[in-house]
C-alpha cells in the first residue's frame, strides 16, 4: 500500500463514523485483494451501501475506487497486481497451447484437490497415526525414495523414533520382529510401482504393523494392503514425474502436526540444535 493510502485510512478525518471505520479496516487489510473488488462487493462484505462506500472514497480524493486501484497500480506497491499480470499470462500461454503453461495449471490443479484431501478422514486418520505410533517407518523406492527420506528427516523433528527403511539387510527385522507394539509403517509409492511396495505392505499388517500410503489415482491396491490410504492425483504430464505434488502433501502433513503436537515440537527441536551444535554439523 502507497505510504499517502495508508496514512489516509488511517487518519481521524477518515474514521469518524462507524461506517468510516469499517472501510478504512477493510481497506487497509485487505489490499491484496482490492484488484478484484467493485464498490459494490465491498458494500455488500461490510454490508453497507455502494453509495457509503463511493462517498468515503470520494473523501479520500477519488472518484471512485478504479482511481485508487490506479494509484496503487501506478506505485507498484501491490503485489497482487503482480499476480493477477501472472495469472493472465498463464491463461494466455494456456490457450496458445505452450507446455509449460499447462504443466503450471496441472499443478495448480492438483493443489487444489490436495485442499480437499486434507479434509477427508483418510487424512485425519494419518496425522493421528503419525502421531501416536510408538515408532514411524518410512519406505519409499526408485524416484520417490528422496522425497520420503526428506519427509522421514523431517518428521523426526517433530517426534521421536522417526526411521527411514531401505530394506538393504534383505529381511526389514527392525519393522516386522514384533518386539514393540503400536508401530507404524509410512509406505509412498506411485507408478511405475515398485515389486517391493505391496508384499511390504502385506508382511507388515501380519506382522501387526499398521499401514498408511501414500500413493497416486494409479494404484489399484492401495486400499486393500493398509489401514488408511491416501490418494494423490497422479502425474499426466508428457515428460516426467514431478515431484511437487507429493512434496506439497507431505509438508502440510509436517505442519498438521507441529500443530497438534504444539509445544512438544519446540522442546524436540530445541534438543536436537543443542545436539548439532555439539557435533558441529551446521554452521553457527
Known amino acids: 500500500m502507497s505510504k499517502r493510502i495508508l496514512k489516509l485510512v488511517q487518519s481521524d478525518d477518515l ?5 468510516d471505520k469499517l472501510i478504512a479496516n477493510y481497506i487497509e487489510r485487505n489490499i491484496a485483494d482490492l484488484p478484484f473488488e467493485t464498490a459494490r462487493s465491498i ?5 453497507l451501501s455502494p453509495m457509503t462506500v463511493g462517498r468515503y472514497l470520494r473523501r479520500m480524493g477519488f472518484d ?8 496503487l497500480r ?9 499476480v493477477k499480470a501472472q495469472v493472465d499470462r498463464l491463461e494466455e500461454d494456456r490457450r496458445e497451447g505452450k507446455l509449460l503453461a499447462r504443466l503450471i495449471q496441472q499443478q495448480i490443479d492438483n493443489l487444489g484437490q490436495i485442499y480437499e484431501l486434507t479434509s477427508a478422514p483418510e487424512w485425519q486418520q494419518t496425522i ?3 502421531v501416536g505410533a510408538s515408532e514411524v517407518y518410512v519406505a519409499a523406492y526408485q524416484n520417490v525414495r528422496g522425497i520420503a527420506q526428506y519427509f522421514a528427516s523431517q518428521l523426526s523433528y517433530t517426534r521421536p523414533r522417526v526411521q527411514f527403511v531401505d530394506g538393504l539387510n534383505g529381511t ?12 507404524l509403517l509410512f509406505l509412498h509409492d506411485v507408478r511405475r510401482f515398485a515389486s517391493k511396495a505391496k508384499p511390504l505392505a502385506l508382511e507388515a499388517r501380519r506382522a501387526g504393523v499398521k499401514v498408511v500410503l501414500l500413493t497416486d489415482e494409479f494404484c489399484p491396491w492401495g486400499k486393500d494392503v493398509s489401514d488408511v490410504c491416501l490418494v494423490v492425483p497422479g502425474s499426466h504430464g508428457p515428460l516426467w514425474d514431478g515431484a511437487a505434488t507429493m512434496t506439497a502433501v507431505m509438508d502440510l502433513m509436517l505442519s498438521n502436526i507441529i500443530v497438534v ?4 515440537v519446540s522442546e524436540r527441536v530445541d534438543t536436537l540444535t543443542r545436539l ?3 557435533f558441529g554439523d551446521f554452521e553457527n
Open 64 to 71: 471512485g475506487l478504479d482511481e485508487l486501484k490506479g494509484e
Open 172 to 183: 526389514y527385522a527392525e519393522l516386522l520382529d514384533g518386539s514393540v507394539d503400536g508401530r
Open 261 to 264: 503436537l504444539g509445544e512438544e
Open 276 to 278: 548439532q551444535d555439539i
Open 43 to 47: 458494500a455488500q462484505r461490510l454490508e
Open 74 to 82: 501506478r506505485g507498484r506497491s501491490n503485489p497482487a497486481w503482480q
Open 128 to 130: 493421528e497415526a503419525l
Open 15 to 19: 474514521r469518524r463514523s462507524k461506517s
